[in-house]
Nanobody, 115 residues
């Protein structure tokens, strides 16, 4: 059974940083484009960062461009999201999934940006 487990969330002040990790387990090939998604209270889930299967190309939502960095280590089956200069509007539950997403949603990890 394939599982994606997110970790690294927490409470941080505006301007702070967090590093999220997504670890894949089970019979999953890493030959997929991956993405980090987030869902804020009362809002739809949105895609914030993508990375191609080999890691050579990345993409970002305009709202996080220049502040977030996605990376991956296929040997370890890990996809990370480095988040810098965090803003209160970044508060959300963050998830990883393949891109485009499949029915592989994990529990997510809560990120709260507040003073």
């Amino acid at each position: 059974q394939v599982q994606l487990v997110e970790s690294g969330g927490g409470l941080v002040r505006p301007g702070g940083s967090l590093r999220l990790s997504c670890t894949a387990s089970g019979r999953i090939s890493m030959n997929y484009d991956m993405g980090w998604y987030r869902q804020a209270p009362g809002k739809q889930r949105e895609l914030v960062a993508t990375i191609t299967s080999g890691g050579s190309s990345t993409g970002y939502a305009d709202s996080v461009k220049g502040r977030f960095t996605i990376s991956r280590d296929n040997a370890k089956k890990v996809v990370d999201l480095q988040m810098d200069r965090l803003k209160p509007e970044d508060t959300a539950v963050y998830y990883c999934n393949v891109n485009p997403p499949r029915a592989l949603w994990g529990q997510g990890t809560q990120v709260t940006v507040s003073s």
